[in-house]
């Protein structure tokens, strides 16, 4: 079955970096495209970032561009989100997904908390 399992959240005080790691199993990872959510306390989930199956980066949201980078791994079946000069606004539940044969996969989420 499809598996997403991310990690690399924490705690990081503002204007620092974090890299978020998901590793994907359960389906041809190389022919679909990866993206990054976050929901926020009190929000709805918002797509972050998506890239292609081919490795080429499609939409940021306009809070995140030039700061985030999706990019993606396809021997190790891995979609990375490197995060610079976090904001507090930041925080977030992180998460990623994949559509499958037109149902949505997500994995369990990654706290990101940006706090002094």
């Known amino acids: 079955q499809v598996q997403l399992v991310e990690s690399g959240g924490g705690l990081v005080q503002p204007g620092g970096s974090l890299r978020l790691s998901c590793a994907a199993s359960?389906?041809?990872?190389?022919?679909?495209?990866m993206s990054w959510h976050r929901q926020a306390p009190g929000k709805e989930r918002e797509l972050v970032a998506f890239?292609?199956?081919?490795?080429?980066?499609?939409n940021y949201a306009d809070s995140v561009k030039g700061r985030f980078t999706i990019s993606r791994d396809n021997a190790k079946a891995t979609v990375y989100l490197q995060m610079n000069s976090l904001k507090p606004e930041d925080t977030a539940v992180y998460y990623c997904?994949?559509?499958?044969?037109?149902?949505?996969?997500w994995g369990q989420g990654t706290q990101v908390t940006v706090s002094s």
């Open positions: 997904k994949v559509r499958v044969r037109g149902i949505d996969y």
């Open positions: 890239i292609t199956s081919y490795g080429g980066s499609g």
């Open positions: 359960g389906f041809t990872f190389s022919t679909n495209g």
